[in-house]
């Protein structure tokens, strides 16, 4: 308000000092938005200079410039300066005697101007000339913004009173006007009356004042409450069908968004499937690859069985020949023996009293091995922990293969010792002992190395299973986000694979200890057989020293021959126990992943199936709203008729009553 003030200023060579005050009060009370400068007598040159400043946007809304006896030019300028005015929402110019000129200026400023929603020219005298007042009901048809006009004590007469009814024929915006004490008399009640029929807008016309009949100004009300009524059933629909638009465009916008989202799941759930297919397609690869190994092996190690078979026949055909030769020693030696029997007995004693030690030693090491075993078990359980477990299960191992060792050294230097104490010739005995012992501790080296890998396979094994643990359980975390029973069903699937592969690694554990108890039974023949051979050589060794050894070698051969054999065979039962379980365990993730695939399906379909019943739900309420939205526009347009129908009723009843009246005839014969 203060440039205003400044820029009045520069623009007037004299400016007007109480307009400079009132502006200086205006610019004191900011927030007003108000140009008060009513009871102010303008000069022309003040009405020049804020005909200047108005155009554009002012700084207030509100220009008050009620009696301030404006002359004929002072109110063009202001007026012109108005016309495009953005900001200015009401004007007022009652008490300023505003005539021919003004009222052409009222008429340019309604064509142009497009801000202006209230309009007072109260006590003017625009109806007096009506040149003026028709160009200025002219402009007033042509505006679409005003909402509020007054008019009171403007000397209208009926003509005036026409031409404001064509304007408001033409005026869709007007809401308000006020009439009151001007000159309208009965014609120009009956046109405004009869303007009423199209204007839909105008809510209420005041025409007090007019010598109106009373019967007229019942209809204009009559017409007034029908506008008004109109108006509120339109705003009602309006709201209504903004709504139900809303509601519409959000229910498309939930379908579409639904449909999106259901499409995503459905890629989504179909690249699983198709990864899980591959996946699946190279592990029966693999598996198939693995068979078609497992079927070479097995055919070489029939052949290798075939040719030990054939070696065995050999060497049964030389055991039977030797045993012939022996048989005729032991009938020539039949004398001999009895010298030796009490020696025999002594030494049967000995080796009684080892083998009670060695028995002894050897059930301390297989609880040691049961209790190992259950700790083994208790780890396999607990998952989390397993290398650290399996390396214990190592350091064990170690420590009592050492003890078995250390135990088989201290054996040999206590039978050294009691060797020592026989004859001299028993001296070749305990040397062939010597050897072997030997040969029974590189067995046991090669056994405990076959047992290390054979223990290296079996931590290959579990690391493969906890890959495969791995895998599951991030496929478990990747499937938990999408559906909360299709994760109680992978937790399942994936603790029942846990077990299996718990259960399998127990199977893998018991044959492993199978394997260690039939290698120690077989140490245990081994030595039984050794002492069998020693008590045969003592027998024989006094007389025949060269079949002694021919016959100590066949035995060892056969002994090595029956070992070979039955490792071997050991070997391939375990193999095949391994890829059967092996087998089993794929087949059984197999039907797991099918299981998988058929439940995603079924649930794809329940989705499908779901989403299209609410889409064709979402379609019937969009019907059921269409034709409620039919229903109310039928029951609009039979209200519009049914009032155009009380209208002309109405009209007619008017018409008649004038002509029945005396004021009618009158009027007739004139």
Known sequence: ???????????????????????????????????????????????????????????????????????????????????????????????????????????????????????????????????????????????????????????????????????????????????????????????????????????????????????????????????????????????????????????????????????????????????????????????????????SIMNSLKAKLQMTEAALALSEQKVHNLGELLNAVKQEQASMAECHFMELQQQKQEGAVREGKLLHDLSAASEKNLLLRNQVDELEKKCKVQQDQLFQVKQDLTNRTAELKLRAIRAEEHLEMEKKRFKQSLEDMESLRVKEVGHMTQHIETSERSMQDRIQRLEAIRIALEEELSQVKAAALAERGRAEEELMKVRNQARLEERQQLEHLEEKLRLMTESRNEAQNCCIKQKQMIAEAQAKANQLSLHADGLRRRLEELQQDLKSKEEEKVTEVNKVKVELQEHIGHLQAERTAQDGLREKIAALERQLKALSSSHREALLDKESEISVLLEKLRTKEADISRMKEEEAQRASFLQNAIMAYVQGSPLGTHSSRK
Not at 136 to 165: P, T
């Open 1 to 295: 308000m203060e440039e205003f003030r400044r820029a009045y200023a520069r623009l007037c060579v004299a400016p007007q000092e109480p307009v400079l005050q009132r502006l200086r009060e205006l610019g004191a009370a900011p927030g007003r938005g108000r140009l008060d400068l009513a009871a102010q007598s303008l000069s022309l040159e003040t009405c020049g200079a804020l005909g200047r400043l108005l155009p554009g946007a002012a700084p207030f809304a509100e220009v008050a410039l009620g009696d301030c006896g404006l002359c004929e030019e002072g109110v063009k300028l202001l007026l012109h300066g108005l016309c495009s005015n953005t900001s200015v929402k009401s004007l007022d110019l009652k008490g300023n005697n505003l005539r021919n000129v003004g009222a052409e200026a009222l008429g340019k400023l309604l064509r142009q101007n497009k801000s202006i929603r209230s309009l007072i020219l109260e006590w003017n005298s625009l109806g007096v000339w009506e040149e003026g007042f028709s160009f200025f009901c002219q402009g007033l048809g042509a505006n679409n913004f005003l909402q509020q006009l007054d008019l009171r004590n403007n000397q209208i007469n009926h003509q005036g009173a026409g031409d404001l009814a064509m304007a408001l024929k033409q005026n869709a915006s007007l809401q308000e006007l006020d009439l009151r004490w001007n000159n309208i008399g009965l014609l120009g009640g009956r046109a405004l009356l009869n303007c009423l029929h199209s204007n839909k807008t105008l809510k209420r016309l005041e025409l007090a004042g007019n010598n109106v009949p009373s019967d007229i100004l019942k209809a204009v009300e009559q017409a007034m409450n029908h506008n008004q009524d109109r108006e509120t059933i339109l705003n009602e629909t309006q709201n209504r069908t903004y709504i139900l638009s809303k509601e519409v465009l959000s229910l498309k916008d939930e379908n579409t968004k639904q449909f999106l989202d259901l499409m995503d799941t459905i890629d989504k759930q179909r690249e699983e499937i198709a990864r899980s297919g591959r996946i699946s397609a190279a592990r029966v690869s693999q598996l198939q690859e693995a068979l078609d190994e497992q079927h």
